[in-house]
């Protein structure tokens, strides 16, 4: 599909069906460790996080992220502050000192959150169903988003993923659910012969 918005080319692309629960527990048995996919994986936390850093209040009080996989984002950007980490599979058991266990879909877990400042989505909103519906209820729970999602893999191979858009489609998808955006910036891995180009924005 394509969503023309003020002149710009808005291009939100549908990639495959949403898996059935059987095929979510073989698609996610562990929380994702991107220190095991590569230089790109590792580039991309480290922008996420330098970029949140500079545009998120410091210090944080309290941060979200309920697809954590290690829960490193979190963990760095809100070292002594409370933590509400989750993920789609059982988190490891070192991350549970490091914040509140939230097990099962972000769909269903963000409504047991209270108003935290930020909420991390990081390489989670093209695995979902309804990713406007999330970043609205994310917008209803959080003062603060740092988002970060490929960008124009519209051929994607990977099982996981749902959805591909460009830059545009995401700000759309921002916008309709009330969040302005800060900052954003990108980090290519297809240098490294690995498959994506990532965005990453902060948004209030």
């Known amino acids: 599909m394509i969503w023309p918005v003020y002149g710009v080319d808005v291009h939100v692309k549908r990639l495959r069906p949403t898996p059935s629960t059987e095929r979510l527990i073989e698609l996610y048995p562990t929380p994702h460790d991107h220190r095991l996919y590569g230089r790109g994986h590792h580039e991309r936390v480290e922008a996420t996080i330098a970029l949140a850093a500079e545009w998120l209040p410091t210090p944080l009080v309290s941060i979200a992220d309920l697809s954590c996989g290690n ?24 991350l549970d000192a490091n914040g509140l266990k939230y097990f099962g879909p972000i769909e269903q ?18 695995h979902l169903e309804e990713p406007w519906y999330v970043l609205a209820q994310i917008r209803r729970h959080a003062e603060h988003l740092v988002l970060s999602t490929p960008l124009e893999c519209w051929d994607d191979g990977n099982a996981e993923h749902l959805w591909a858009w460009n830059q545009p489609g995401v700000e759309h998808l921002l916008g309709m659910a009330g969040w302005s955006m800060r900052a954003f910036t990108t980090v290519d891995a297809r240098v490294y012969d690995e498959t994506y180009l990532y965005g990453i924005w902060v948004c209030q």
Request: with cysteine; hydrophobic share 45%; net charge negative.
């Open 71 to 94: 829960g490193e984002i979190a963990v760095r950007l809100c070292p002594s502050g409370e933590r509400h980490l989750g993920d789609i599979a059982m988190l490891p058991a070192e």
């Open 109 to 126: 877990t963000i409504s047991l959150l209270d108003e935290v400042q930020a909420f991390v989505c990081s390489e989670t909103l093209e």
